[in-house]
């Protein structure tokens, strides 16, 4: 008996797993073996489960190696063209066989064996089945990019959803993943804070999520635009259908801070008066450092040179910071004044407001219908794909800022509470009470929203006030409280 080998293929495991195609394949080749009294070992069987589009198929590279030897089979037996091969490279490989080691292989159902002594004809028609083959793969993946464009411009992300979302296999949509979802969020807000590198970011989440993520996996989370509602598909940006994880705000910041605009600065300790004194001899910045851990002095940072500004214990600056809050003083009567004008600067303000959100509907209206209209030219063929592609991208990074401008305008101008006329007579009358009643730090953070650079020699303070506290300072100086018309300013 002439000794022979079997090859059969699949493309997927999904065939695979519904069970005929691989043994039908087999029976079929096992019945054509007996009547030509072939002889087919088990080792000479060799089965593929993947696509035959490109070369590198597992079983195939052994096959073709084991033809190669001296004493191998020479005869080959599938059951047709495109099961042997789909791509010109590995027609090739097999053409060299027949022609060097004479092998001969059996299209069982196409009815032809290939050898070096076969017709022409059936040669020829051989070639024909290639080619076929090649451009049924060929036409298979324009098919599949041109469904999946049409899909893409339907809105829907063609491919794997990103974490916080998952693809929908009934419905074909994507939708939010209730379970990740608010770790994606978490990510957004951390690194927005401006007070994480994308190594302390992957900390922080797995301390407090669990969650580990790569580095690099962490700055593609927090610039894919697609937790905005767009996607990226071919290189054209599409709006999506799904739903956005994320507000247009919150993404620019962290846009921001990758950008190093809003990064803060890390200090090793946080000093409650740093920043509010300059030294009074030369100028300098007056700076604060930690003694025995647990000790604060504040003292000139010596940039020209030393100078005889001493040594300041924390609790001495905050005492003498907190006794210029006491030149602060607003007459009830005044502060009416001041919330008047404020509410009346509110309710222009809020008018402003809205006429700017209708001028951004109106401009979002009209670009939308620009982009309509240009997407049924290029489906008529009036214009290039190409040139639609590099305008949509232009368009949709228009649409995408003015949607955030939007967002930003909607959220509604809430009144402070620092605009009733009880905070204003508190701030300004009992400054100083509240000072006495709040921690260092706290006392800092209040002196800094009244207080610039103010000077010291180590034992006087000379204020310089924010507005409009300088205002109030000066008018409470002068007793220039008359209730004149000018005071609105």
């Not at 597992?58 to 063209?81: I, N």
């Not at 083959?133 to 993946?141: D, G, I, M, Q, T």
């Not at 940072?301 to 907190?322: I, T, W």
């Not at 034992?459 to 409009?468: E, I, N, Q, T």
């Amino acid at each position: 008996m002439v000794a022979a080998i079997v090859y059969a293929r699949v493309s997927t495991r999904e065939q695979e797993r519904e069970g005929y195609s691989i043994p039908a394949q087999r029976k079929l080749l096992a019945g054509y073996a007996r009547s030509r009294a072939f002889n087919v070992e088990r080792e000479h069987e060799f089965i593929d489960i993947e696509s035959a589009k490109n070369p590198g198929r597992k079983e195939f590279g052994k096959m073709l190696r084991l033809l190669a030897t001296d004493g191998a089979p020479r005869v080959v037996l599938v059951e047709k063209t495109d099961r042997l091969y789909r791509n010109r490279a590995d027609a090739l490989a097999f053409e060299e066989l027949i022609e060097k080691r004479g092998i001969e292989v059996h299209l069982v159902k196409e009815g032809r064996v290939v050898g070096k002594n076969s017709r022409s004809q059936d040669k020829f028609m051989h070639d024909i089945h290639v080619a076929v083959a090649k451009h049924y793969v060929e036409n298979l993946k324009e098919e599949v990019k041109k469904g999946m464009r049409e899909k893409a411009e339907e809105g829907i992300y063609p491919g794997r959803a990103p974490i916080g979302y998952r693809n929908n296999s009934l419905t074909r949509a994507i939708d939010i993943d209730p379970d990740r979802a608010p770790t994606v969020q978490r990510i957004f807000e951390l690194y927005a804070s401006g007070e994480h590198s994308l190594v302390t970011l992957r900390k922080t989440v797995l301390n407090e999520l669990g969650i580990r993520l790569s580095r690099s996996y962490f700055e593609k989370i927090l610039k894919n635009s697609f937790y905005l509602g767009y996607f990226v598909w071919q290189g054209v940006e599409y709006k999506g259908t799904h739903a956005r994880l994320i507000s247009a705000e919150l993404f620019n910041r962290v846009q921001d801070v990758f950008a190093g605009r809003n990064k803060s600065k890390h200090r090793k300790h946080t000093f409650a008066f740093g920043g509010l004194l300059r030294c009074a001899h030369d100028g300098c910045a007056v700076t604060a450092e930690l003694q025995k851990g647990k000790y604060v002095y504040y003292r000139c940072s010596h940039g020209r040179g030393k100078c005889s500004l001493p040594y300041m214990r924390e609790q001495d600056v905050s005492d003498r910071l907190g006794h210029v809050l006491k030149d602060i003083y607003v007459p009830e009567t005044i502060a009416h004044t001041i919330v008047t004008s404020l509410q009346a600067d509110s309710t222009r303000a809020e008018s402003e407001r809205q006429q700017r959100i209708a001028g951004v509907q109106q401009r979002l209206a009209t670009l939308r219908a620009r982009m309509d209209q240009m997407y049924d030219d290029k489906l008529d063929g009036k214009i290039e794909e190409a040139f639609w592609g590099r305008k949509m991208n232009e368009w949709r990074e228009q649409e995408r800022a003015l949607e955030s401008e939007f967002s930003g305008l909607k959220a509604t101008i809430t009144a402070d509470g620092a605009l009733t006329v009880k905070r204003i007579f508190e701030l300004a009358n009992k400054a100083h009470f509240l000072y006495l009643t709040r921690n260092q730090a706290e006392r800092g953070q209040l002196l800094k929203s009244v207080l610039l650079n103010s000077e010291t020699d180590g034992v006087s303070v000379w204020p310089v006030y924010r507005k409009p506290f300088d205002l109030i300072f000066q008018r409470g100086k002068n007793q220039e409280w008359s209730g004149r018309g000018d005071l609105n300013s």
